[in-house]
């Protein structure tokens, strides 16, 4: 079983910035990505970002230029430093592991990101 942990939700005016961080613990499979989706109300879950421990990334094109995955090497950590931030990016944040032939995701519990004057 694999446990996420996430942090860094909030409220941040437009135009800020946030960073969101997220670690994996337990039985984590050796090939995975890990990344973030975001649930706005009413809406379905989207990619926002993913990242793969080779390195891969990749992104939603709404968010292309002003967020920015990163993972530490050789730890089962992942950061979302989220900038330019538009009340359209509102939604409830989940991390995610999983294994890169799909057949295992593994989700945290959600933190919330609102933006808002």
């Known amino acids: 079983q694999v446990q996420l942990g996430e942090s860094g939700g909030g409220l941040v005016q437009p135009g800020g910035s946030l960073t969101l961080s997220c670690a994996a613990s337990?039985?984590?499979?050796?090939?995975?990505?890990m990344g973030w989706y975001r649930q706005a109300p009413g809406k379905e879950r989207e990619m926002v970002a993913t990242?793969?421990?080779?390195?891969?990334?990749n992104y939603a094109d709404s968010v292309k230029g002003r967020f920015t995955i990163s993972r530490e090497s050789g730890w089962n950590t992942v950061y979302l430093y989220m900038n330019s931030l538009e009340p359209e990016d509102t939604a409830v944040y989940y991390c995610?592991?999983?294994?890169?032939?799909?057949?295992?995701?593994?989700w945290g519990q959600g933190t919330q990101v609102t933006v808002s004057s």
């Open positions: 995610t592991l999983y294994t890169l032939d799909g057949a295992a995701y593994y």
């Open positions: 990242v793969t421990n080779g390195g891969w990334t």
């Open positions: 337990g039985s984590i499979p050796g090939y995975n990505g």
